[in-house]
């Protein structure tokens, strides 16, 4: 499976922006997807999750509110909507799948990053 995120930019704080990640190769309602973020000097970390139909959601405690994650499955893309954003939501976000329809936390293909940055 082959994924492109894409719809960063450069935002101000309270702004928002919607990131899209397609993906090609197979089906994605075969697997759970995730965007998760990264900053330079800090591992990389999870930011929302999506199971293969949509019904299960998970959110980090710092996101929760002002991000929301969903899914198209017959366009094959899965979305992070994000409300209210803040300067420490800067990074690079990156779209992950996993080969299990729910979601594990445990990834199995990534897409190349775009790069969000948010400006106080």
């Known amino acids: 499976v082959q994924l492109q995120a894409y719809g960063g930019g450069l935002v101000q704080a309270g702004g928002f922006l919607r990131l899209s990640c397609a993906a090609s190769?197979?089906?994605?309602?075969?697997?759970?997807m995730s965007w998760l973020r990264q900053v330079p000097g800090k591992p990389r970390e999870f930011v929302a999750g999506?199971?293969?139909?949509?019904?299960?959601?998970f959110y980090s405690d710092s996101v929760k509110g002002r991000f929301t994650i969903t899914r198209d499955n017959d366009k094959n893309t899965v979305y992070l909507q994000m409300d209210g954003l803040k300067a420490e939501d800067t990074g690079v976000y990156y779209c992950?799948?996993?080969?299990?329809?729910?979601?594990?936390?445990?990834?199995?293909?990534w897409g190349q990053g775009t790069l969000v940055t948010v400006s106080s």
């Open positions: 999506i199971s293969w139909n949509g019904d299960s959601r």
């Open positions: 190769g197979r089906p994605l309602s075969l697997y759970a």
């Open positions: 992950a799948g996993e080969k299990s329809r729910i979601v594990l936390y445990d990834y199995d293909f």
